[in-house]
């Protein structure tokens, strides 16, 4: 089993920062990808950002990209998303997973954290 803990979310400006980590504890090992979603009343999961645990691969959203930034630190097993030039848009709970590659190059998550909420306002 595999447990996610978020956390750094909160209440920012526009155009401000964040910086969400997740701590990943368990078989981690058995997990090939750790990604972020992002959930907003009424509307579907989104994919933020993904990075493969061996390379450090990565892929970003349209609507984030420059922006926001994930990166991994293995022998911690935690990954970060750095956040900015943050929008009002960009509110919303921030999921953090873990899960495996599929052979078509999709993301599968697997395990989900809690959620940590991320709110834009001035």
């Known amino acids: 089993q595999v447990q996610l803990v978020e956390s750094g979310g909160g209440l920012v400006q526009p155009g401000g920062s964040l910086r969400l980590s997740c701590a990943a504890s368990g078989t981690i090992f058995s997990q090939s990808a750790m990604a972020w979603y992002r959930q907003t009343p009424g509307k579907q999961r989104e994919l933020v950002a993904r990075i493969t645990r061996g390379g450090g691969s990565t892929n970003y959203a349209d609507s984030v990209k420059g922006r926001f930034t994930i990166s991994g630190d293995n022998a911690k097993n935690t990954v970060y998303l750095e956040m900015k030039s943050l929008k009002p848009e960009d509110t919303a709970v921030y999921y953090c997973?873990?899960?495996?590659?599929?052979?078509?190059?999709?993301?599968?998550?697997?395990?989900w954290g809690q959620g940590t909420q991320v709110t834009v306002s001035s």
């Open positions: 997973t873990a899960g495996i590659i599929l052979f078509s190059g999709t993301f599968y998550p697997q395990h």
